[in-house]
């Protein structure tokens, strides 16, 4: 009889480890929450209410190998730092289970896993989470945050580096130093949302510019939403009415509005409906030229764009922000008229590279009025009256 009962303790014993490990890891109160380890499975769930807090080392570290997913319950709020210590030590760990009920996911949580590891450089998601950019992040790119996403973790974009931000409307938590130099912030959404103060502290928002829907910049000067620092300027509208193609032979004559606040545009032409084959990019200044030339903001801004074989084209317009963040833009199309004598699309923005009089002699600048020849960096030349 003694033998029997001394080997069923032992198989308890045994199979509470084989199976088993559980541990209170709340933050105020370490029963709120508990980290149950099923040995056997390799799955880590994380169950109860409010914080996973890990002070130092994870209490599941001695068994960091053998985690292969971590399911984060419904009702954890925060996921602490050093959940999941460095890498080599969670080399198994390949799936992790975000709930919706997360609003802060701390620096470099998750950094010690496979999971990570496993990752291409660039923007690293976890569930519908931004968790960072991984490797440097490249100097004035704009990052564009997929729609769908609902939080950006702790430190998710911090770099020496500046960039540009476009912030979906879908994202409704920030974490805390979130970036460190920044161009632009493009928030999509004509409701701010609330932010620490900890969320931008890195940024001067003096020189960062925080783009807002048209109607929404009031909402954002509202201290209790925490973005009245910044410089908030509203997004510009624009219309297919707003930019006007005119078919001319071998060649189309492009005209638009100059757009407060805009710091360039872009015109990209394409050969087919699916914008997939590209023709040019022509990307122009906040007068709306190629090079610096005196153009008032008050008149409409031109360009020809020769060597255009016939036939329909298709276009998207843009407008650019600070750092060449895409603001806003448009899609439609314009034809070229038959001609004879092209042999292939090109696409060639002409500049010109010097002003005539009528009897050839070069001019110190384009003149406001008269009769005067333009000569192109493409060899050809216009007569121009004005």
């Known amino acids: 009889m003694k033998k029997i009962f001394f080997s069923t303790i032992f198989c308890l014993l045994m199979c509470s480890q084989a199976y088993g490990q559980t541990w209170n890891i709340g933050y105020l109160n370490a029963e709120d929450v508990t980290a149950t380890l099923n040995v056997e499975s390799g799955t880590l769930t994380i169950s109860g209410t409010g914080m996973l807090y890990v002070p130092q080392t994870p209490p599941w570290d001695s068994y960091a190998s053998q985690i292969t997913h971590v399911v984060i319950q419904e009702g954890i709020t925060e996921i602490g730092p050093r959940s999941f210590g460095n890498y080599p030590g969670y080399s198994s760990l390949t799936s992790i289970e975000i709930p919706e009920s997360v609003t802060k996911i701390s620096e470099s949580t998750f950094d010690g896993t496979l999971w990570y590891k496993s990752q291409p450089d660039g923007l690293v998601y976890i569930g519908k989470w931004l968790y960072e950019y991984k490797g440097t992040i490249p ?76 109607g929404s910049k009031e909402a954002y000067q509202n201290p209790t939403y925490g973005w009245q620092d910044f410089n908030i300027i509203e997004l510009p509208q624009i219309s297919e009415n707003d930019i006007n193609f005119t078919s001319l032979e071998n060649s189309a004559q492009v005209e638009w509005q100059p757009v407060e606040n805009a710091e360039g545009y872009r015109l990209i032409i394409f050969r087919d409906e699916t914008h997939t084959d590209t023709v040019c990019v022509l990307e122009f200044d906040a007068t709306g030229t190629l090079i610096p030339r005196a153009k008032s903001q008050s008149t409409n801004i031109s360009h020809t764009i020769n060597d255009l074989s016939s036939g329909t084209y298709y276009y998207t317009f843009e407008i650019l922000g600070v750092g060449n963040a895409v603001l806003t833009g448009l899609s439609s199309t314009f034809e070229v008229k038959e001609t004879t004598g092209i042999a292939e699309t090109q696409c060639i923005a002409s500049l010109p590279v010097g002003y005539y009089n009528l009897l050839g002699a070069k001019l110190p600048q384009e003149p406001t009025s008269g009769i005067y020849i333009i000569k192109y960096d493409n060899g050809k030349t216009e007569k121009v009256v004005r």
């Open 139 to 214: 100097k004035g790119i704009t990052i564009n945050i997929l729609e769908g996403t609902i939080g950006i973790a702790e430190s998710a974009l911090f770099s020496n580096n500046s960039i540009s931000v476009i912030i979906p409307e879908s994202v409704t938590k920030i974490g805390d130093y979130v970036i460190q130099n920044c161009n632009a912030i493009i928030n999509i959404s004509p409701i701010p949302i609330s932010i620490s103060l900890f969320a931008f502290y890195h940024v001067n928002k003096n020189t960062c510019r925080l783009y807002v829907p048209a």
